[in-house]
Antibody, heavy 121, light 107 residues
Framework: EVQLLESGGGLVQPGGSLRLSCGASGLTFSRYAMSWVRQAPGKGLEWVSSIGGNGVSTYYADSVKGRFTISRDNSKNTLYMQINSLRAEDTAVYYCAAGVSPWAVPGVGYWGQGTLVTVSS | EIVLTQSPATLSLSPGDRATLSCRAS??????LAWYQQKPGQGPRLLIH???NRATGIPARFSGSGFGTDFTLTISSLEPEDFAVYYC?????????FGQGTRLEIK
């Protein structure tokens, strides 16, 4: 069974930083492009960033470009998102997911349960 | 950037009814369109990939159709557990956007 488990969320002040992690099990992690998708309270889903299976290629939403950095460690089966210069509008549940990006293998749709990031003073 | 518009925003139906949800793209996404179901406090669940293919373990009452810019998710006979929010999502091009969602509620 495939499991994705996010961690690292919490309460942070505007301008602060966080590092989110997503541990994967039950799949050959390096074969899958991975993404972060977020959901503000009571709102819809917003794609944030994606990274190819080998960690070389990355894409970002305009709203986070220059502030967020996606990375992965295939030896640890873990996806990361470094979030800097946090703003109130970054408050959301952050999900890691496989199957969202244009690189995705058809039929793949794995999601974690999410980790909540709250930006507030 | 491709924009996905879902309709209706809210759909009020009863168990046993047929549900038809629509997703329209601002430009062609070919067949690279997925449907997700989300329940409160949970991550999204993939229902349909590549417009018309049910994901593993998804009941046959869920079906998808469409190509290009117009897509439909049909639930043939609603079960109590089907009342949730449904999102479409395209992966034809960057950024891989989502629709704004359709809330399926019990009438």
């Amino acid at each position: 069974e495939v499991q994705l488990l996010e961690s690292g969320g919490g309460l942070v002040q505007p301008g602060g930083s966080l590092r989110l992690s997503c541990g994967a099990s039950g799949l050959t992690f390096s074969r899958y492009a991975m993404s972060w998708v977020r959901q503000a309270p009571g709102k819809g889903l917003e794609w944030v960033s994606s990274i190819g299976g080998n960690g070389v290629s990355t894409y970002y939403a305009d709203s986070v470009k220059g502030r967020f950095t996606i990375s992965r460690d295939n030896s640890k089966n873990t996806l990361y998102m470094q979030i800097n210069s946090l703003r109130a509008e970054d408050t959301a549940v952050y999900y890691c997911a496989a199957g969202v990006s244009p690189w995705a293998v058809p039929g793949v749709g794995y999601w974690g349960q999410g980790t909540l990031v709250t930006v507030s003073s | 950037e491709i924009v996905l518009t879902q309709s209706p925003a809210t759909l009020s139906l009863s168990p046993g009814d047929r549900a038809t949800l629509s997703c329209r793209a601002s430009q062609s996404v070919r067949n690279y369109l997925a449907w997700y179901q989300q329940k409160p406090g949970q991550g999204p669940r993939l229902l349909i990939h590549d417009a018309s293919n049910r994901a593993t373990g998804i009941p046959a009452r869920f079906s998808g159709s469409g190509f290009g810019t117009d897509f439909t998710l049909t639930i043939s006979s609603l079960e109590p557990e089907d009342f949730a929010v449904y999102y479409c999502q395209q992966r034809n091009d960057w950024p891989p956007v989502f629709g704004q969602g359709t809330r399926l509620e019990i009438k």
